[in-house]
């Protein structure tokens, strides 16, 4: 009997599924409509469902081993998901205990995004072997999970590792958060727009962004900009490396990891985004870290990403690490 | 017999001619082509056939007073214009001596643009009858006069008076002259758009200008977009005037004057501009000079403004103030 | 059988040790000159003649359960003190594999001096029942402990915990390390001294720091100057609450701890250290963690603390948690 | 007959007098305790006592061209001193009505220590011949004068030229004057001692200074400890020029001199000062204005200079220049 997890991903527009081997690989997918179910109760009951109309098309000879799911606003340690902004059902939900009434034999997880996407980068990624890393997720904002001696971080309320929302500049840009100087205002795909706009403001540079009002520009704007030769858009590219290469080094002071993973749309730059982070890094490392961590692209940063993560959550649960 | 003086503003595109009397009355106006006298001699020629036809055009019982001429790069004391890189005769240029040959018994001065601002606010505006005044004129760049014991301060090689390329702030914004934070980066019609694209990077608040590229912005729709409350617009001015505020403080410390003149664009964006210059001012002034220096709107700015200026200087050079 | 974990401090100039229960009850002590031993052999066999010696003192009924060692440059995944530049054996020193010839049953570990603090705090003090929990050491240098999900963060190399080393001003004041603006020169006792210096020289307000020079300050004269009101003084602290509010405030946001706990010299500055450092910490804190990460002082701040700290790596290492 | 200029220094302590030719020899000197003459009256005649008996001394063939005051708080315009904090008399005092008394057919003139070093330097120094030019005084404070086409710029109220409160760092050191940032706390005597402080909060370089107490160390001493080669003492002078270069570079753009002095106590040490300051200042300066500017020390600047500058009033006031 082949063993098989089942990943979800929770959105607050679609909820995507798969059923992952031990390595990795999608034996069944599956997409439901989130906001199609405005009673909870019907929700989890379509999970249940879903999970095994799956379990039948992936054939006769599998089996569950258990469900992970992702989730904003999640939290690990109650199996709930909490006052999720961009989700209909209001309020803290169970999802855990909801899901163990289907399946009360079997490990169900929740957990973040960010999370699922860093235990996803140790059972079938970039880090497998790995027992100290942090994986950065560079998107609308910035995510990130560290691990620590095989295990995620998760502090004493399930909420840690929120490296977006570390301070990199004091009294700096305005956060959605209601904080200035936070990461997320810089490295996320929003920030580097930011930074574009910024230097527009500082430098007399000649730029095709002279011509894209903030709206509609992009983060892949910036770097088929920087691609092309676009000096602020190479110059955007090296302000983020600084902002992040430095909150990266104050987290490498703290767990000491032995590798970085940058996931997400930014990530997506290569050299543009690692080149400046890279040397950034190492510029603001204590001498006892420098050269020794590894920044590296997530080795499972595609379209299905999120439920692999989701499901990875189930094999390290099982201790199958 | 009316003595009339005649103001002459030579533009890149355009040189502007106006008769004006000793109150500053418009007695005939005129207008000819730059560019169509690639030749110099030519172009001083029309310079006088087009004096000499004003003059008919006012009347019987006129006389030339003297010839005051307005010009980009214009040195005062040697009479000349100083490769001047939006004309088109390269090198130094001789005008005066050249035109002095048609009116040999009259003045004949040339000056440049913001110096000819500052002789006509004396001569027919704001500033009659003030011997210590500042005329700082906002437009694309940021020109400055300085009135001192009644005489502009021309300094030992007539460049005086560049307000806009005092540093405002070290290391700050790239200036077109090839240094950095120049108040002509931040307080010029330019230097508002630049702070607007600032504010985008720096703040999260809803705003008109997020829709708008840097190449459509103009310092009008800042000001539209302040009387119609769009929060950035409004930060903007603000920032604009905590510049512009420390730089006037400093000239202040200088020359003490009695009065600051504010001319051209950005001027026209009335309190939106002069408030926070004026609180700024304040709150960087010496405690010797707090609420003694006022701060106002050019008297004459008007369409006829640099004619009236260059014309100002002949009465200036009569001793006729 | 009583069983009594030997704890041993390893300092440049002397070697402290103590025979500890596992309630933090000390049974003998003992301090042994480190100096007197250039021969590492020599040294070793004093370590076990020393702690048989205890042994004996402590009474018939007692049991070692193990040995605890604090030393600067530790590597607790080797068992080495590695290039440590204040002791005398120069190069890798495999302490706990030379201690296990004398102790081959018996659990023998070595850690840095914060790391051990840390252990401490957890096994006898005010950390007792917590999980996640950071400890920051406020003495000559800056140090700190992670304790994640009742484990101590170690990281990949056994370097981890370095938050003294984390930047919290780019281009900040230069360190030891070779950077600049790490935490550890604003948050130790000599970075409040220094930061009593900048403020003699950006402020005018009277102190009695006019009077003192840098080389005879120290920061038991801040604290008693704060408590006579000297205004420099005061403000010292509030900046150095500052800026260890914010470093702490980051830290956080990785780990979520329940406590923070401050230890070491500055941290008896009690209110003048406590009251900034909560006030910026809750400032620069995401949202999600303010109002509930305890910062107190640590429960095991005593002059026996370094050897309780050594003494509790044995329990940690017995999982007796 | 040799026409000779009295010049008198007010101080809170002591007034000095000379009577001092129009090349700027001395014939006679005197001084009186200012103290020993609470009554305003007296003092008045004593001056006039004083200023005759030299003329005694200096013999059968001289006369009295006018008398020149430099005073503290002067007011050139009106001919008093009004609220000078350091002098017994309060309220204003119209020391040149006064003097008028006893030499009404000769010019009498008052004005600040700065204004009359900066004639001084016209009429005898290093400015002779010169029509544009700063003098900048580095002494307890910043004082400056400036004169333009010949004139000193007094300002519409006589309080003009105070380079040493323009605003060179936005929120930077507390001024005695109530403002943060001026020239004067970073390029006078004391601005050094507190650059010093400064260096040695943020570097940790050793120096002898580390040693010294604010209110035992002098601006010499700086000197002193540079020409011996301490790092923190060398970096003080690179500061203060910094600093220096800016404001000047500043002030050129306002006036465009055609040399700046720099006169007093840091002046004196040399290469020190002048090569930092030379180097910014260019470095700050317009292209145009750029490698024409002479920055040159002060050639009056001996322990007569105050009486020589007050001298040098009266001869300019003459037309004698």
Redesign the interface.
């Known amino acids: 009997m082949k063993k098989l997890a089942a990943g979800i991903d929770i959105g607050g527009t679609n909820t995507a599924f798969g059923l992952v081997d031990r390595e990795g690989n999608m034996y069944a997918e599956a997409v439901v409509p989130t906001t199609d179910f405005p009673d909870l109760d019907d929700y989890i009951q379509e999970l249940y469902i879903t999970i095994e109309k799956m379990l039948k098309t992936a054939g006769p000879d599998v089996e569950l081993a258990g469900v992970g799911i992702g989730a904003p606003n999640a939290n690990y340690y109650n199996g709930t998901i909490e006052n999720a902004a961009n989700l209909m059902w209001k309020g803290v939900i169970p999802i855990v205990e909801r899901m163990k009434r289907f399946y009360p034999q079997l490990p169900v997880i929740v957990t973040n995004d960010a999370n699922a996407a860093t235990i996803g980068e140790m059972i079938y990624g970039g880090a497998r072997g ?4 942090i994986v950065v997720t560079l998107g609308t904002g910035v995510g990130s999970g ?1 691990v ?2 095989g ?1 995620l ?11 977006g ?3 990199v ?2 009294h ?8 200035k100087g ?1 990461l997320e205002t810089y490295a996320s795909a929003t920030g580097i727009k ?2 574009v ?2 230097l ?6 000649p730029s095709s ?8 520009m992009t983060a892949e704007m910036v770097t088929k900009a920087a691609l092309e030769g676009d000096p602020l858009a190479i110059q955007a590219f090296e302000y983020t490396g600084e902002m992040l290469g ?1 909150a990266i ?3 490498v ?6 590798a970085v993973f940058l996931f997400g749309g930014l990530a997506k730059a290569g050299k543009y985004i690692f080149e400046p982070t890279k040397r950034h890094m190492e510029a ?1 490392l ?4 420098q050269n ?1 961590v590894k920044l590296l692209p997530s080795a499972i940063d595609d379209k299905n990403a999120a439920i692999l993560g989701a499901s990875a959550l189930v094999w390290e649960s099982l201790g199958e690490v």
């Open positions: 790995m027992k100290d890393f560290f620590s001696g295990r971080i998760y502090g004493h309320d399930s909420f840690a590792g929120e490296l929302h570390t301070i500049k004091a700096g840009r305005q956060c959605g958060c209601g904080r936070c930011r930074t706009y910024k527009v403001a500082d430098e007399i540079a962004f002279r011509d894209v009002p903030f709206s509609k430095l080094a104050n987290a002071a703290i767990t000491s990891p032995e603001n204590l001498y006892n870290y020794k």
